[in-house]
């Protein structure tokens, strides 16, 4: 009885088999058994537990599945514990909008801080649970029991740790410096974050003129695109070896970098101006400028220092935009404060974290510094000094998570880890990692690692891990703490139900050593890519038990999604490097971003993400994650397209025909596997057998080279190709007539093994691709037609290759097979003749002798495998009398120079002989005479068009030229009816849902005489193949008795009505 539905349906069948592994326990018994074998290590990225899983997600994750099975397959103790990031702003983002929490002020006063965490922790609880339930669904194996969280009191103490280490060695300080900071979120934020954030944004665009001092009627013309910053203004830089220009504009001089002066002219819409002056910027240096709001902030007034409000050198100025004097503010971008630096001028950064002017801009104050961008023209057009005013559309860095604009603002308040002392321990680290690809590493995170600045780890935030630093009220000394074990030692206040968070880790207080005063902490939580950066380590509570980490470290494999070189590839290696002098990863594959069906950025703002858990209940967890793991390499982007998931997905249903072929006919004759049996009879075997086992080992050979270099598109392609095309396509045809012979018979039962041993070995290699649709083949197929096999798939080895069942010549010769089948069939389309139809002959002018030889030792094959009568390889082309050749005038190529007497040209080409013409063009230029006149036609005059005689079809090949005979004989036509025939009466039969074995009464009417003729030829093979017991064939004038039969169908072949009456005796 048939253990395997006749239609594949994932969603049934992963049902059944998540079910069976949960009953059977078949991942704890996975892991017993490889308990003892050589140790492969995992570390898993946490994903962010604040939101679903979607389609991007999830194929990341199928990869860590694939690789972590196959591992485990291959012998391997494989460590998978999972893990979770679940603090960070992200959360409490999605926090505030739930429960209305208009901004950040408001927790703490509006909304309790105890609360508000309380609600994070609920969030985060919430979506874990989503998390675990899509990863189960997926397939994906992890240790979730013991997963990590980076919430624990015990993972952060970890945190802790690091960051006493790390203070120790010098490499963490405040900083003064301008941050990107997120004004909605009122925090600062790292360079990786700010990398992830940017987004198109229209911004005002205008040119300015500073007045010089003591100068009349001369300006310095800068530009901007921040309006609200020149509030901050303090210098102008240019750059020294540029040349710069004083131009005459109607009796004003305005000084512009030579480059630009009409680009600038341009848009100002000054079409009369003269150029004056010409010096370098070198000569600029020390020039004094009145501030246009001198009068309106107080800072411009109070301060007048050397290079305050006036022109400085720097070689980042660029003439790509703008005027070639660059707007400086050094309250408001990193270059100008590198700059304010250099010079020795005074900071002003008049703005707070929410991005509102401060009282030190009284016309501004309480406004946000965006709002003021349409203002600042307006006053500057009053006061005479706009010079233009345009929108630029640009790329603009944003938050991460919230989408709002990000601000650069000069804070003395923030915590940092250096560069300085690590950056090149950290490039030799990367350095030793193997990376795919190899460019992900060397030059996307190498040139990161060679440019990255300090890393800003404070964050001005409530739900993350507390920055573990105290500070004295009365003499300002600070002490870094490493342990809750060192805090309590040290604490002169602690909570009775204290824990790693705020606001009861804010509680503490400590004594002061120096001058016991009191210590409090400082206000910040840690960026939460250092939370997920400690994983290396605090997964395994490193600090309680070394030995557990010592084991696993280094890890051999980490993948996540490309991004990921500027987060937790980045936060990882620089802990790592910090604590243990090394990199954490050995292995590291880099993936890229999925994308929506039109290649456009899947976001929720869009409403075109698709989440897993919605894919997962439609199309099932298999065909999704064949289609994402060989769709494209792990590392390129790839477009998420449904029609493309439903070919792929058809590649299974192809195994699951080939599986349910093979069961019906093994149930038959109560086929059992012997391996023995099969290689006692392999040197006697048929050709295809041979082939096939030879095919199987090449296959897995390629497939352990793919893999092993975590090569995932191209291993499953490979193994996708073979069961459609040489399991499907080329074997089965060839052995389909086998298994109709007696049961005993020794090639049937070849067959038999040969097709068993095929798909034991391939539906190993397939588990890591496709766990559940492996599994249920293994067990509810392979485990029938064997002895000893392990009830579970996941309880075997994986095959490798057996190199003296590998054949090359063999696997050559069958490549010849392959193309004549293609060629012969493109032939075949030609003169509209189906294969099913056989033809009077097939011809092979092959390319060399090898081929030619290859081909005839598959005679016999070929005449079935074709349709053929007649089979033949030769190496001269005998069919060339039968070519005719057509001249094609190219009019392109002749009608510029032939146009006034084309018409005569055309018709005097047609008179020429075409195999002259050809000869002749293909020496040099070929001379004639039309009218009169001389023509010259040169290569590309001429197309030359060959054809054939109706009865003859051709096809090129690799291998050579193909030509078809389908002249029509009587016993031809005779036999493609039965095949027609034949293939209607088995769908009926499907139809009816009989057994292979059932038969049948049959009677066959047809709508013309000539055809119940030709039907008569063949009508003991018409009944063999159907399995009729009787058979009537009926022409046009007769009329059955269709009462007797309980199906009755009627057929269109051509032009042909065929009425079949069927039933079941």
């Known amino acids: 009885m048939s253990h395997l539905p006749k239609r594949y349906d994932p969603l049934v069948v992963e049902k059944e088999v998540l079910d069976f592994w949960n009953k059977e326990k078949i991942y704890d018994k996975t892991l017993e058994l490889r308990s003892s074998g050589p140790k492969w290590n995992f570390l898993e990225g946490p994903p962010t537990t604040n939101g679903f899983m979607h389609v991007g997600h999830a194929r990341g994750r199928a990869m860590k599945d694939t690789q972590i099975r196959y591992m485990t397959m291959r012998g391997y103790n494989v460590w998978r514990r999972g893990g979770w990031d679940m603090q960070g702003l992200p959360v409490e983002l999605e926090v505030e909008k739930k429960e209305g929490i208009a901004e950040k002020g408001l927790i703490g006063s509006d909304v309790g801080m105890d609360v508000f965490v309380q609600k994070c922790k609920d969030l985060v609880d919430f979506y874990l649970k989503r998390w675990v339930d899509d990863s ?106 540029y040349k710069y220009v004083k131009v005459d504009v109607g009796g004003e001089f305005w000084w512009i970098v030579e480059d630009l002066v009409e680009t600038v002219m341009g848009k100002a819409k000054v079409e009369s101006y003269n150029r004056v002056e010409t010096l370098t910027g070198k000569k600029m240096l020390g020039w004094k400028y009145r501030h246009p709001f001198h009068d309106e902030v107080p800072f411009h007034q109070e301060h007048d220092e050397k290079y305050m409000h006036a022109v400085v050198t720097g070689k980042h100025v660029t003439v790509e935009d703008g005027t070639g004097l660059v707007h400086t503010a050094p309250g408001f971008g990193p270059d100008d404060f590198e700059m304010g630096k250099e010079f020795k001028v005074p900071i002003l950064a008049p703005v707070n974290t929410s991005g509102k002017f401060t009282a030190e801009v009284p016309m501004f104050e309480g406004k946000m510094v965006f709002d003021t961008n349409a203002e600042v023209p307006r006053m500057l057009e009053k006061k005479g000094l706009l010079v233009h005013e345009e929108t630029l559309s640009h790329e603009y860095p944003h938050c991460w998570r919230c989408d709002t604009p990000l601000i650069y603002l000069a804070d003395k308040t923030q915590w940092f880890l250096k560069m300085t002392g690590v950056r090149d321990t950290l490039v030799k680290a990367n350095n030793d990692v193997d990376w795919t690809p190899d460019w992900a590493g060397a030059g996307r995170f190498g040139d990161w690692l060679a440019n990255a600045d300090d890393w800003c780890i404070s964050r001005s935030r409530v ?165 994402m793991l060989t769709r494209s390499a792990s590392w390129s982007r790839m477009n998420y397209s449904q029609k493309e998931i439903d070919l792929t997905r058809k590649k299974l249903d192809v195994l699951w025909n080939v599986v349910l072929f093979s069961e019906t006919y093994m149930e038959l004759d109560k086929f059992k596997f012997d391996e023995k049996r099969m290689m006692k009879f392999l040197p006697n075997a048929n050709l295809e057998d041979k082939w096939l086992l030879s095919r199987l080992q090449s296959v897995l050979k390629e497939y352990h080279e793919h893999m092993d270099k975590y090569l995932w598109h191209h291993a499953g392609r490979v193994l996708l190709d073979f069961i459609s095309e040489d399991l499907s396509r080329v074997y089965l045809p060839l052995v389909k007539k086998r298994v109709w012979l007696d049961s005993e018979n020794p090639k049937k039962v070849m067959a038999y093994d040969v097709i068993y041993y095929t798909l034991q070995t391939f539906i190993r290699t397939l588990n890591p691709f496709t766990p559940f649709l492996s599994e249920k083949v293994h067990k509810d197929f392979l485990v029938r037609f064997a002895e000893g096999l392990p009830e579970s798939v996941n309880l075997t080895d994986m095959p490798m290759n057996v190199e003296n069942l590998m054949d090359e010549e063999m696997e050559a010769t069958f490549d010849v097979l392959q193309e004549l089948r293609t060629s012969s069939s493109h032939a075949r389309n030609k003169r509209g003749v189906k294969l099913r139809h056989p033809v009077a002959k097939v011809t092979l002018i092959a390319i060399d002798k090898e081929t030619s030889k290859r081909a005839e030792s598959l005679r016999e094959l070929l005449l079935d495998d074709l349709n053929t009568r007649g089979f033949e390889s030769l190496l001269t082309d005998v069919m060339a009398e039968f070519t005719q050749l057509a001249i094609k005038p190219n009019y392109k190529a002749l009608g510029p120079r032939y146009k006034d007497m084309m018409k005569d040209l055309v018709i005097q080409l047609q008179k020429e002989d075409a195999v002259k013409l ?28 060959e054809s054939l005689p109706e009865y003859l079809s051709y096809a090129d090949s690799k291998i050579g030229k193909v030509y078809v005979d389908v002249t029509r004989t009587k016993e031809l036509e005779a036999e493609g009816l039965v095949r027609d025939v034949t293939r ?72 042909l009505t065929l009425k079949v009456g069927m039933s079941a005796v």
């Not at 509570?541 to 557990?548: E, G, H, M």
């Open 463 to 627: 739900w993350g891990s507390p920055l573990p630093v105290w500070v004295c009220d009365n003499c300002q000394s600070e002490v870094v703490i490493g342990s809750r074990m060192e805090l309590k030692e040290r604490a002169i206040k602690f909570p009775e139900d204290f824990e790693m968070h705020r606001p009861w880790v804010d509680e503490v207080v400590l004594k002061c050593e120096k001058c016991d005063g009191e210590m409090h902490r400082e206000q910040f939580v840690t960026d939460c890519w250092l939370d997920s950066g400690m994983a290396h380590t605090a997964s395994v509570d490193y600090i309680k038990d070394p030995s557990l980490f010592k084991s696993l470290f280094p890890y051999d494999f980490i993948t996540e999604a490309v991004d990921q070189s500027r987060g937790w590839f980045y936060s990882l290696l620089y802990t790592s490097v910090v604590m243990h002098g090394q990199a954490p990863f050995k292995d590291c594959v880099s993936q890229e971003h999925v994308l929506d069906e039109d290649g456009g950025k899947m976001s929720k703002s869009r409403g075109n993400v698709v989440w897993a858990k919605d894919a997962l209940e439609t199309i099932g967890a298999d065909p999704f994650r064949i289609f």
């Open 918 to 945: 050809r000869s002749a063009l293909e020496k040099g230029p070929a001379a004639m005479q039309v009218k009169g006149k001389k023509v010259e036609l040169v290569e590309g005059d001429i197309e030359f068009e």
């Open 136 to 241: 189960v669904r997926l397939g994906l194996w992890l240790d979730y029991p013991n997963a990590y969280q980076t919430r624990k009191d015990d993972y952060i103490e970890h945190v802790w740790h690091f960051l006493k280490l790390a203070n120790e060695k010098g490499l963490l300080g405040r900083g003064y410096r301008v941050n990107p900071t997120c004004p909605r979120c009122v925090t600062a934020l790292s360079d990786h974050e700010v990398s992830q954030g940017y987004a198109t944004k229209v911004d005002p665009s205008i040119y300015v003129k500073f007045q010089l001092v003591d100068k009349e009627d001369e300006y310095l013309v800068i530009w901007t695109t921040t309006p609200f910053t020149l509030i901050s203004n303090e210098m102008v830089s240019v750059h020294p070896k």
């Open 984 to 1055: 209607r009466v088995q769908v009926m039969r499907k139809e009816m849902d009989l057994k292979v074995e059932q038969s049948i009464d049959i009677v066959l009417h047809f709508s013309d005489q000539e055809s119940v003729e030709l039907a008569k030829m063949f009508e003991d093979h018409l009944k063999n193949e159907t399995r009729a017991v009787t058979l009537d064939l009926v022409g046009p004038n007769e009329e059955p008795g269709w009462k007797k039969y309980s199906y009755i169908k009627e057929w269109e072949i051509d032009d």
